[in-house]
């Protein structure tokens, strides 16, 4: 059974979403300038997250939107009040954004913020309340002004957690009387796998394993400090942190492959060990020590870490993955990695292993390890849409790929696991994260535009979307029906 006041909702960020990139002053980040890459062979990880200051420079010299639909998203900062309207219809509890840095600070070292960017988000959260719908807002969701990526390479600077706290401060400050839910870093673990979308990172600045550890550092300094400010400045704020949940599993029972696999899950779970637990994991620092990197502690930083540690763990979860030392291993892509690929399960369009039983594997695995509430704030499934001849979208395998989610995390919660609630990834369809593509769909709302911004942007419900408000109306009681005997 869902706990009573679970909160049911959806999740978005606005470098995928708002578009509007130059409007009203804000200033570039670093999602502005990350390519359409329809082509990219997805289990070439190296190739679909490089990016290299040439390519920033020519971005940033080129005013096109169609090379970078970040810039465009689905034109949510002009639509928002239809689009959130759409999601009171679906009775969401709650809807998961995230502000973007530069539409408050330009260039991130700015001492006041943009009133106009204020003002936007002010906006929102005040509808959202309106609507019944708790916000829970994300303050860094991979994107970050560019003129602190340029001037410092990103978050590898120390310099960039004053500038960041700055920002928090506003936030808290402006939006706390609306805003009790908050999470510092999206997918706080990502830096050390795609650290230019994550923190700023220029790859071809030098050492960028030693710049990505020490950007991680900074950031949980920042996100500690943030923790501090959201208690001290917002009345009964809570603050979560966020994991890419990357469940693995060996390949086989060969110990060898148990071991790859353990260092993988102890990998995996240190951000959130840090931000819960309020220090390093001893494995991980000797672990580092051996690759030569050094972590920038400074004074101070050790009690930070300590002495404000985060509320509830909030994560994403889009699929399981494998793990073996044999070199030939076939591969299969997920969320920004690569594994290796397990035989019993089924793949998305782009190769994304399907894996209902893993999500409630991962619920209980956070839950025995933090003992603290969870909260799932990504999940979903990237499709290839077709809308149909009476101009809806059939949708049943989204249907199918939710409710055998939906099934296995009732049964975690049954079990024992304490969870807040559930965003999908994404209730409307956006620009994916990692190609750019508006083909890759995830919404239970149709956005009538392709990959080169052709169409009217006209929102329209799928049969999904039909499915998912059941659900919510009946509390997760019922999740029958498929794409075919949904109401249209
Ligand atoms: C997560 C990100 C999201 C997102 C999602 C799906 O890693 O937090 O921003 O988009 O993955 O990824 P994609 O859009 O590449 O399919």
Same mark, same amino acid.
């Given at each position: ?64 939107? $169609? ?322 001849? $009476? ?56 956005? $009538? ?40």
């Amino acid at each position: 059974m869902f706990p009573e006041g679970f909160l049911w909702g959806g999740a978005l960020a606005a470098n995928q979403v708002e578009g509007a990139w130059n409007v009203d002053g804000r200033g570039p980040s670093v999602a502005d300038v990350t390519a359409y890459k329809p082509k990219v062979d997805v289990t070439n990880y190296a190739a679909l997250h490089s990016i290299t200051t040439a390519d920033i420079e020519a971005a940033l010299a080129d005013p096109d939107v $169609d090379r970078y639909p970040k810039r465009r998203g689905i034109d949510f900062y002009h639509r928002y009040e239809e689009d959130l309207a759409l999601f009171a219809e679906l009775g969401f509890r709650t809807l998961r954004v995230s502000i973007s840095w530069s539409r408050l600070f330009p260039t991130g070292e700015e001492e006041e913020p943009l009133e106009a960017g204020v003002a936007f988000y002010e906006s929102l959260f005040t509808e959202m309340r309106r609507l019944n719908i708790e916000p829970l807002v994300t303050l860094h969701h991979y994107e970050m002004p560019l003129a602190l990526a340029l001037a410092y390479n990103g978050w590898a600077d120390r310099r960039v957690i004053e500038h960041f706290v700055r920002y928090a401060r506003v936030c808290f400050e402006r939006f706390g009387s609306l805003v009790k839910l908050w999470l510092t870093f999206n997918e706080i673990d990502g830096i050390i796998r795609h650290p230019f979308s994550s923190g700023g990172v220029i790859p071809d600045r030098g050492d960028v394993l030693q710049a990505s550890y020490s950007a991680l550092h900074h950031q949980f300094v920042a996100s500690a400090r943030a923790t501090q400010l959201c208690h001290e400045l917002v009345e009964g704020g809570r603050m979560g942190c966020m994991l890419t949940k990357l469940t693995t599993y060996p390949r086989t029972c060969r110990p060898e492959d148990v071991a790859a696999t353990q260092q993988k899950i102890i990998d995996n779970h240190f951000p959130a060990d840090v931000q819960v637990l309020g220090a390093y994991p001893r494995l991980v620092l000797r672990k580092l020590e051996r690759q030569g990197v050094v972590v920038p502690f400074e004074p101070g930083d050790e009690e930070v870490l300590r002495d404000h540690t985060v509320d509830f763990v909030s994560f994403s979860y889009y699929m399981t993955t494998t793990e073996s030392i044999d070199p030939d291993a076939e591969r299969a892509p997920g969320n920004t990695i690569v594994g290796v690929k397990n035989p019993y399960l089924s793949s998305s369009e782009w190769g994304w292993q399907v894996d209902p039983v893993g999500f409630r594997i991962s619920l209980i695995e956070l839950y025995d390890r933090y003992r603290m509430p969870l909260f799932c704030v990504e999940n979903g499934i990237g499709s290839i849409d077709v809308v149909g001849e $009476d101009g809806i979208v059939h949708d049943p395998y989204r249907i199918d790929y939710f409710r055998a989610h939906f099934e296995q995390m009732r049964q975690a919660i049954d079990e024992g696991v304490e969870l807040m609630g559930y965003t999908s990834w994404a209730p409307i369809d956006i620009v994916s994260l990692s190609t750019s593509q508006m083909s890759k769909r995830y919404g239970f709302i149709h956005v $009538d535009l392709d990959d080169l911004g052709r169409g009217t942007g006209e929102r329209r419900r799928k049969d999904s979307f039909h499915w998912y408000q059941k659900v919510i109306a009946t509390n997760g009681a019922d999740l029958s029906g498929s794409g075919g005997d949904v109401p249209v």
